[in-house]
């Protein structure tokens, strides 16, 4: 089978060029610029998706998502087929969840319940990291037999204290055998023992509304344990990658652990681009809806963290994705704050969000490319078959109309959940067709996927390693 996609803009993050892109079955066979003898040879037998006026991008890579994870005696809304299918709509082509390890169970248990989740169920390609929440010497062994079968990344967690947090020292041990093997430790990094001592003195007077999850989990708290976490992988000398990254003083411990020359990566999300503290103070129990961890921070974060990802000290925007019905899920804590599930729902809309940066000059049309989909390819092992337009890699490539204007509503996204954190706003950008392995899932603007498409990816280890 031949596609060809002519007359649009190829972005990478070396730049943007005219150029015609052939694929034949899977995958990208060749590039050429328009009007070229080469492209006239591509026409023959093809079938042609028209692109002029049109942005050709590599299929976006989204590294942090929780489909269906089990949270606060519930479970995340999305199963694989309905997020994959959401992910999809957006211009996202590739997923990177979490398998959960539960406490005293081996790994592979863990890993084995996802896979199956995820078998037959995926519209487009997933990996997965390994959250590990039991850590000893038995699991260290069984994370290197992990790496080998291409889960590469473990995440550990500071916050959630009972549940899925790890002592320092934990985390330390996990990351001198990461150490060893290559694998990158991520780190959900709040100090979540001091955390608790907060909520429990605010629910001792009362306060039980939503922003009361902000209050009790201050910005120093988050700054406080990256500098920590950075600090235990550098004694570890091991690469260590900060998710959900949210402010000012944590990003300047990436960054001077970057200075430093340490392998100390981080992302962000864009709910802590575009949303803020004060939306979880909204009036009742609206703020609920906004209710994550790390909790959304003031306004005042946002342009530092704008900064960071032109800087690199942030290098890639993730969603976090992990949604909750507004009723009967977020409303478990309708008389309790810490009793409600922790996450958003924002698979869909990471491409478009941060377009809207572009728009406003925060970033570069290859800076764009780069966070979405080149450098989370690279930094979790999946380049160059995912992340890049070029001969060879897998034809995930999204057709953008960058002047085409929707406005986000649960009415009419694709995300199992039954509220949107950007009811109303209008976006310009979209993704008009979508292809996963030279398959179109999105033909101009209809979803045309098959669940049963998307593949398990066996990653290598990160490629940004000093
Ligand atoms: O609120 C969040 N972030 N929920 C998902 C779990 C996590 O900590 O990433
Ligand atoms: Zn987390
Ligand atoms: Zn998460």
New binding site residues.
């Given amino acids: 089978m031949r596609t060809l996609i002519s007359g649009g803009t190829v972005v990478s993050p070396a730049g943007a060029a005219l150029s015609e892109v052939l694929i034949e079955d899977e995958r990208v066979v060749a590039l050429a610029a328009p009007g070229s003898e080469m492209a006239a040879s591509f026409c023959a037998g093809a079938n042609v998706i028209e692109a002029a006026g049109l942005l050709v991008l590599p299929g976006a890579v989204d590294v942090h998502t ?1 489909m269906e ?1 089990p ?1 606060g005696g519930t479970y995340a809304s999305d199963t694989f087929e309905t997020g994959t299918r959401a992910a999809a709509w957006g211009g996202t082509t590739t997923i990177v969840d979490f398998a959960v390890q539960r406490k005293g169970e081996p790994l592979r248990t863990g890993l084995d319940v996802w896979l199956a989740k995820a078998e037959g169920n995926c519209a487009i390609d997933y990996g997965f990291h390994m959250i590990v929440s039991d850590v000893n010497e038995q699991i260290c062994k069984e994370m290197d037999v992990l790496v080998g079968e291409g889960v590469t990344s473990f995440k550990l967690f500071m916050a959630y204290p009972g549940v899925l947090y790890s002592t320092d020292g934990e985390i330390f041990r996990a990351m001198q055998q990461a150490a060893q093997s290559g694998a990158t430790i991520m780190v ?1 990094a709040e100090n979540g023992i001091a955390i608790d001592v907060l909520v429990s003195q605010a629910l001792a007077r009362g306060e039980t509304a939503p922003r009361f999850h902000g209050t009790t989990r201050p910005d120093l708290l988050e700054a406080e344990a990256t500098a920590r976490a950075v600090a235990l992988a550098r004694v570890a000398g091991a690469p260590v990658y900060i ?2 990254l949210t402010t000012t003083g944590a990003l300047e411990a990436v960054a001077e652990a970057r200075r430093a020359g340490q392998n100390a990566f981080a992302e962000t999300c864009p709910q802590y681009l575009f949303l803020s503290s004060d939306d979880l103070a909204r009036d009742g129990f609206e703020g609920a809806k906004y209710v ?2 790390p909790p959304l921070r003031a306004r005042e974060h946002q342009a530092n963290l704008w900064r960071g990802l032109r800087t690199d000290d942030l290098s890639i925007v993730s969603t ?1 994705h ?1 949604p909750f019905f507004f009723k009967e899920q977020k409303e478990l804590g309708k008389e309790d704050f810490s009793k409600i599930p ?2 958003l729902p924002a698979v869909e809309h990471r491409v478009d969000l941060t377009y809207q940066g572009v728009r406003a000059g925060e970033i570069t049309l290859s800076r764009w490319v780069e966070v979405n989909a080149t450098t989370p390819a690279r930094m979790f092992g999946l380049y160059p078959k995912k992340g890049v337009i070029a001969p060879g890699s897998d034809a995930d490539i999204v057709v953008y109309d960058p002047n085409a204007r929707h406005t986000i509503s649960a009415s009419s996204h694709h995300m199992n959940v039954d509220y949107s954190t950007y009811e109303g706003r209008e976006v310009i950008g979209q993704a008009r067709w979508v292809l996963s392995r030279g398959r179109l899932v999105i033909q101009d603007g209809r979803y045309v996927g098959d669940k049963a498409h998307g593949r398990f990816l066996a990653r290598g280890t990160n490629q940004y390693l000093l």
Avoid: A, E, I
Wanted: a negative charge; aromatic letters at 8%.
């Fill in positions: 929780h994870l949270f959900h998710v959900h994550c961890s976090d992990c922790n996450g």
